[in-house]
Nanobody
């Protein structure tokens, strides 16, 4: 069993930065990676970024590449999403998730590939 809890969301202005955090806990260690998704009102849940369990490889959606950075600190059991140069289009609920696929390093990430989810944290960006 894995539990995920996001924090760090809030209201920011366009162009500012925000760091989301995801605290994870588990009963059995595995070599599965982590991901961030987001869901805006009336839209489907969208992949944002993913990272391997050891933090050595990461993937990003085109819409956030070069603005967002995902990282993991296993000593603290934390996954982070650094968000820079945010825009109103980044407004959404952001979810942390654990991949169900062991040692996955490909480019295919969808909600169906995730096994565990947090409750989400709201990010609102004003113009």
């Amino acid at each position: 069993q894995v539990k995920l809890e996001e924090s760090g969301g809030g209201l920011v202005q366009a162009g500012e930065s925000l760091r989301l955090m995801c605290a994870y806990s588990y009963s059995t260690w595995t070599n599965r990676g982590w991901a961030w998704f987001r869901q805006a009102p009336g839209k489907e849940r969208q992949f944002i970024a993913a990272i391997t369990w050891n933090g050595q490889q990461s993937r990003y959606a085109a819409s956030v590449k070069d603005r967002f950075i995902i990282s993991v600190d296993n000593s603290k059991q934390m996954v982070y999403l650094q968000m820079d140069s945010v825009s109103p289009e980044d407004t959404a609920i952001y979810y942390c998730a654990r991949d169900r696929r062991p040692i996955y390093t490909g480019n295919l990430y969808s909600p169906d590939n995730m096994e565990y989810w947090g409750e989400g944290t709201l990010v609102a960006v004003s113009p």
